[in-house]
């Protein structure tokens, strides 16, 4: 059972948009910033956001994210058939004083 | 170029122990905190050990605490995992990542390396 809590999958066609939620609480996303990373199959992950909604640079802005309270989300738009991976959350927990990441959601672009 | 490679994973038996590292190279090494994040097969990502960019403050995730020791020669540009009394439920892909600060708690991962596979099987 993951700290933060993701929906185990999600999809969409091409050109859609789709989120992803994490969901948290107020020792984790309430109190601190939230990461995104995405792991395409067979690679190591990659950060795709940062600080709740900062892309690093070479991330398109197809790609953007937000939080509100202890939620967050992820929204991908003008889906794209790479953009077919396992996405996760994470963040600093302070009651645990550790990183804690959600437990994936696998994205399938139909 | 950032580059983390990880080496010295393998097969190991239950109750044994490993040691792997990681090759840092394309950045100024002492001045970032790095982690260990572990995948299992088919499963998700798993938080398992940071260190401060000097090596003084550590942390452990509850499941290797007392068995697994992070450590750092930052003449070396290397960091270390220590893995003892080993159980299956150890066995993943070990990461390793560059934190953006040179602090534990605070920062993302912003560089991966390719990882390493360890098996615990007798």
């Known amino acids: 059972q993951s700290v933060l809590t993701q929906p185990p999958s999600a999809s969409g066609t091409p050109g859609q948009r789709v989120t992803i939620s994490c969901s948290g609480s107020?020792?984790?996303?309430?109190?601190?910033?939230v990461y995104w990373y995405q792991q395409l199959p067979g690679t190591a992950p990659k950060l795709l956001i940062y600080?709740?909604?900062q892309r690093p640079s070479g991330v398109p802005d197809r790609f953007s994210g937000s939080k509100s309270d202890t939620s967050a989300s992820l929204a991908i738009s003008g889906l794209r058939s790479e953009d077919e991976a396992d996405y996760y959350c994470a963040g600093w927990d302070d009651s645990l004083s550790g990183w804690v990441f959600g437990g994936g959601t696998k994205l399938t672009v139909l | 170029e950032v580059q983390l490679v990880e080496s010295g994973g393998g097969l190991v038996q239950p109750g044994g122990s490993l040691r792997f590292s990681c090759a840092a190279s394309?950045?100024?090494?002492?001045?970032?905190?790095m982690h260990w994040v572990r995948q299992a097969p088919g499963k998700g990502l798993e938080y398992v050990s940071g260190i401060s960019s000097n090596g003084g403050s550590t942390y452990y995730a509850n499941s290797v605490k007392g068995r697994f020791t992070i450590s750092r020669d930052n003449s070396k540009n290397t960091l270390y995992l220590q893995m003892g009394s080993l159980i299956t439920e150890d066995m993943a892909v070990y990461y390793c990542?560059?934190?953006?600060?040179?602090?534990?708690?605070?920062?993302?991962?912003?560089?991966w390396g390719q990882g390493i596979l360890v098996t615990v099987s007798s």
């Open positions: 107020s020792s984790n996303i309430g109190s601190n910033y």
């Open positions: 600080r709740n909604s």
């Open positions: 394309g950045f100024t090494f002492s001045s970032y905190a």
């Open positions: 990542a560059r934190g953006y600060t040179a602090m534990v708690s605070s920062g993302h991962f912003d560089y």
